[in-house]
C-alpha cells in the first residue's frame, strides 16, 4: 500500500519486479480511471467543473504514487548496499517538476499547520501531503548518497543542495518548531544540511564546503545542541586546516570592526562558543574542541587566553600534573619562564611524588631552566629525572634530556664561585652533549651548543670544527651559527675573515638579524682599528632603526601594542650609542662621546654599561673622582657587571698605593665571576707590580696575554 498526497490509497495490480519493470509500466490516468471507478463515487458530490477538478487531482495523485515507488524502492536498494540500482530508480524521479510542489506543500503545511479531521469538508487541492514530501526528500538524500559512494561527490552535492534549496524556498526565515513533529521532513533536513559540506569537501571544492556550513548556521534550522555543535566544530576545522582563505560575504558582516577578518579568526570566535556551551553544560565535553582551540590561539600568539581556558576547564577534564604542564607551555610561549617554572615545580614536588611522573613535564623544565644561567642547578635535576624516566629505546628524547643536561651544566660553571666546581661541571657539560649528540644523530642545536661550549672554554679548534658542522646541518640559513663561527674566528684574531663572514652573513638574514651582524661588522672594524668604516655602519645601523621606527609610528593601530620586535630595536640602539660613544672615547673627541652617551641614557637611563662608558670617559678626560662614582652607579644597577668592577679596580690604582688592597678585591671578585677576563687579569699583574711582587706579576701579565689571544671582539654568551 503506497500513500497518495491526497490521503487516498491505493493498489498495484502486481508488486514491482525491478526497476526497470518499474519505470516501464503504464501507470496513465485512464488506466486508473478505468480500475477505480468503483472505489471513487465523485458524481454525487461534484458538479461538471468539479469532476474536472478531481480529475486533474487524482493524475497529480497517481504521478506521485509512481514517484513514491521509486522512492521506496530505492531506499531497499541503498540499504540492501546495491548503490548502483538504487541510483538507477531515483534517476527515474523527475525531482525537477517535484521541487515546486514540494516547497508548496510545506508551506502548506506551516499555514494550516492543524491535520485536516476525518469528515471535514475542507480539501486543500494539488498540494502533497507532507508524508510524501517527507519521502521524496529521503530519496533525494539517499541519491545523493548513493552517488557518493560511487565516488561521484560533486553531483552528489548538487543533489544534496536541491534539499536545502527547496526547504529554504518555502522557509525563508527558518524551520519552525512544529514542523517535524509527525513526520521525517526535519530529520531528513537536517542530515542534508550536514552531509551537502561534507561531500564539498570531498569532491574538492572547500569554498562551497564552508559556504554550506554557514549556510546551516545562519539560519534557525531545529538542530539540537549536539549536533549544532558538530557542525560549528566541522566548519572551524575546515576554516583552520583546508588552506582556502574565504572570507565572510558582505550580508554576513553584522559585526562592524569585530566581524572576522579571516578564515583563523572566525574559527576562533566558533570555538570559543563551543567552549561557553561545554561550561555551560549545554553540550558534552569534547577534547577536539579545545585542541583545534589550542592551535588557533598557539599560531595567532594569543597564549594567555588559551591559558585561561585550560585553567577554567571543568575539574576532572585533566590531572593536576598535566594541567599544569599545559599551563607552563602557555606562560613559556608568551614568555612567562618563571610563571612557567614555578607550574613546573609543582610537578616535581611531594605533592605529586606518589602518582605517575610527568616526562614532559621534566623536559620541559629542563628546557627553560637551560635558557637561564640561574636556574641551572634547577635545570639539571629537571634534566636528571627525564634521563632516569626515558628508555634506552627512545633516543630522541634521551638526546634532549642530555641536551639540556648539558647547556645547564654550562650555566652552571659560568655562575660557579669555585674554581674546582666550575672545572667539574664545565667538563660535564662536554660530557652529557657528547652523549646528547650520539643518541640525536642529526640534531644541529646539539652541534650548536658543543661548538658554543667549546667556544667558551676557549677550545677554539673544536668550536670552529662543531659551529662547521651546525652550518652545514642547516644548510647555512642561521644566523646564530654565523655569528658564533664569526666569533670564533675573531677569537684566533683573524679579524679579516671574520668580518668577510659576517658580510657573507648579511646577504641571508632577515631584517632583525642584520641589524646585530652591523653591530659586530662595526666592533670587527674597530679591532682592525678602522674607526672611520666602523662609524658608518653604525650610523647604516641607526638609519635602518629610525626608518623602522617611523613606518611602525605612522601605523596607530601597531602603536596601541607593545611590539617585542620595537623593545629588541631600542637595545640595539642603545648598544650602537655606546659604542659610539667608546670609539670617539678613544679619538679623544669628548663633546662627540658625551652626546652620544646622553642618547643611550635617554633610551635607557638606569643602565649598567651606558654608566659604566659614562665612566670610561670621564677616565679618559682624567677626571677619575667622576669616573668613579660613574662605575659605582653602575655596579649599583647590577653589582656582578664585571666591567665596571675592572674599572672600579683601575681608578683606584691611579688614585694611589693606599686603595691597592680596595683594588685587589675587586679584580679578584671579576676574576671570580669571569676567569677568561684578560683584563682583569692585566691589572691584577700591575698591581703585583705596584706592591713590587714581580714575580707574581710577569704570571698574571703571561695570563693575560694568552687570554687575550683568544679572546673574542663580543662575548660567546
Given at each position: ?27 496513465s ?7 477505480t471507478?468503483?472505489?471513487?463515487d465523485?458524481g ?10 478531481a ?18 524502492l ?13 541510483l538507477?530508480?531515483?534517476?527515474g524521479?523527475?525531482i525537477?517538476?517535484?521541487?515546486p ?16 479531521v ?18 521524496l ?6 541519491k ?39 513526520c521525517?521532513l ?20 572547500l569554498e ?24 560549528q566544530?566541522s ?61 588557533a590561539?598557539?599560531?595567532t ?5 588559551l591559558?585561561?581556558?585550560f ?11 598535566e594541567?599544569?604542564?599545559?599551563l ?11 610563571e ?12 605529586e ?21 640561574a ?9 636528571r ?5 626515558v ?7 634521551m638526546?634532549?634530556?642530555?641536551k639540556?643536561?648539558g ?8 655562575a660557579?664561585?669555585s ?52 652550518s ?5 640559513s ?15 684574531q ?11 652573513a ?13 653591530r ?12 672611520k ?19 611602525k ?12 620586535e ?16 667608546g ?17 643611550a ?22 677626571k ?23 674599572s672600579?679596580a ?14 685587589r ?28 711582587s714581580l ?13 687575550q ?8 654568551v
Open positions: 500500500m503506497l500513500c497518495a498526497c491526497s490521503g487516498e490509497q491505493f493498489k498495484f495490480e502486481e508488486p514491482p519486479q525491478s526497476p526497470e519493470s518499474l519505470a516501464t509500466r503504464d501507470f490516468a485512464s488506466g486508473l480511471s478505468s480500475r471507478t468503483g472505489d471513487w465523485l454525487s458530490k461534484f458538479d461538471d467543473i468539479q469532476v474536472d477538478e480529475e486533474s487531482t487524482l493524475k497529480e495523485a497517481l504521478s506521485l504514487n509512481y514517484e513514491e515507488a521509486r522512492a521506496l530505492g531506499r531497499l536498494e541503498f540499504q540492501r548496499g546495491n548503490f548502483d540500482a538504487a538507477q530508480v531515483f534517476q524521479i523527475d525537477r517538476n517535484l521541487t510542489r514540494m516547497a508548496k506543500a510545506i508551506v502548506g503545511r506551516i499555514r494550516h499547520p492543524k491535520p485536516r476525518k469528515g471535514d469538508s475542507y480539501v486543500i487541492l494539488n498540494v502533497m501531503s507532507l508524508h510524501s514530501v517527507s519521502l526528500t529521503e530519496a533525494i538524500l539517499l545523493a548518497r548513493s552517488l557518493g559512494e560511487l565516488g561521484r561527490f560533486r553531483e552528489a552535492a548538487k543533489e544534496c543542495k536541491v534539499i536545502l534549496d527547496t526547504v529554504e524556498l518555502a522557509l525563508p526565515k527558518g524551520m519552525p518548531g512544529e514542523i517535524g513533529e509527525d521525517k526535519q530529520e531528513m533536513f537536517h542530515k542534508a544540511l550536514e552531509l551537502l559540506p561534507i561531500l564539498w569537501t570531498k569532491a574538492g571544492y562551497e564546503a564552508i559556504t554550506a556550513y554557514r549556510r546551516a548556521l545562519i539560519k534557525p534550522w531545529n538542530l539540537d545542541p549536539e549536533r549544532l555543535a558538530g557542525v566544530k566548519l572551524a576545522c575546515t576554516l583552520l586546516y583546508c588552506g582556502v582563505e574565504a572570507s565572510l560575504p558582505p550580508q554576513l558582516q553584522v559585526w562592524g570592526p569585530t566581524t572576522p577578518r579571516n578564515n583563523t579568526e572566525e574559527a576562533i570566535l566558533l570555538l570559543l562558543i563551543l567552549m561557553k556551551k561545554v561550561a555551560l553544560k549545554q553540550i558534552k565535553w569534547d577534547p577536539e574542541v579545545m585542541d583545534h582551540l589550542s592551535y590561539l598557539s599560531v600568539g594569543q597564549f594567555e587566553l591559558a585561561n581556558h585553567e577554567q576547564a571543568i575539574p576532572g577534564l585533566y590531572g593536576r600534573a594541567r599544569w604542564y599545559l607552563a607551555l602557555c606562560y613559556s610561549a608568551c614568555g612567562q619562564n618563571e612557567a617554572l614555578n607550574l613546573l615545580k609543582k610537578v616535581a614536588g611531594c605533592s611524588a606518589r602518582n605517575k611522573p610527568h616526562f614532559l613535564s621534566f623536559l620541559l623544565g629542563a628546557k627553560l631552566c637551560s635558557l637561564a644561567t636556574h641551572a642547578h634547577e635545570g639539571i635535576e629537571f634534566s629525572k627525564a634521563i632516569d624516566l628508555s634506552d629505546q627512545c633516543e630522541h628524547f638526546g634532549q634530556a642530555h639540556f643536561l647547556v645547564c651544566y654550562s650555566g652552571a660553571a659560568r660557579s664561585i674554581d674546582s666546581e666550575r672545572t667539574v661541571f664545565q667538563r660535564e657539560s662536554l660530557n652529557s652533549l657528547n652523549h646528547a649528540a650520539l643518541n640525536g644523530k642529526g640534531d644541529p642545536d646539539v652541534m650548536f651548543s658543543l661548538g658554543l661550549e667549546n667556544a667558551v672554554q676557549r677550545n677554539l679548534d673544536a668550536a670552529f670544527s662543531h659551529t662547521m658542522k651546525y652545514g646541518m642547516v644548510a647555512g642561521s644566523v646564530k651559527g654565523w655569528k658564533l663561527l664569526a666569533l670564533v674566528v675573531s677569537a684566533e683573524r679579524f679579516n675573515d671574520a668580518e668577510a663572514i659576517v658580510d657573507f648579511l646577504d641571508e638574514a632577515g631584517r632583525r638579524d642584520q641589524l646585530e651582524l652591523l659586530l661588522k662595526a666592533v670587527l672594524q674597530v679591532a682592525q682599528e678602522h674607526p668604516q666602523a662609524i658608518e655602519t653604525y650610523r647604516m645601523l641607526l638609519a635602518s632603526v629610525q626608518a623602522q621606527r617611523n613606518s609610528a605612522n601605523n596607530l593601530e601597531q602603536g596601541k601594542t607593545i611590539d617585542p620595537a623593545i629588541l630595536d631600542r637595545n640595539l640602539e642603545t648598544e650602537a650609542w655606546r659604542d659610539l660613544a670609539i670617539y672615547t678613544k679619538l679623544n673627541l669628548w663633546p662627540d662621546a658625551e652626546i652620544c652617551i646622553n642618547k641614557k635617554l633610551i635607557e637611563f638606569y643602565s649598567p654599561q651606558s654608566w659604566h662608558t659614562t665612566g670610561v670617559l670621564f677616565e679618559g678626560q682624567s677619575l673622582k667622576e669616573a668613579l662614582i660613574s662605575f659605582s652607579v653602575s655596579l649599583s644597577i647590577e653589582p656582578d657587571y664585571v666591567p665596571s668592577i675592572v672600579t683601575e681608578v683606584l690604582m691611579k688614585l694611589g698605593t693606599g686603595s691597592l688592597p680596595i683594588a678585591s675587586f679584580l679578584m671578585n671579576a676574576l671570580r665571576l669571569e676567569p677568561t677576563n684578560h683584563e682583569a687579569w692585566l691589572n691584577l699583574g700591575q698591581l703585583s707590580k705596584m706592591e713590587g714575580q707574581q706579576a710577569a704570571e698574571f701579565f703571561q695570563a693575560a696575554y694568552e687570554l689571544l683568544s679572546a673574542p671582539v663580543q662575548s660567546f
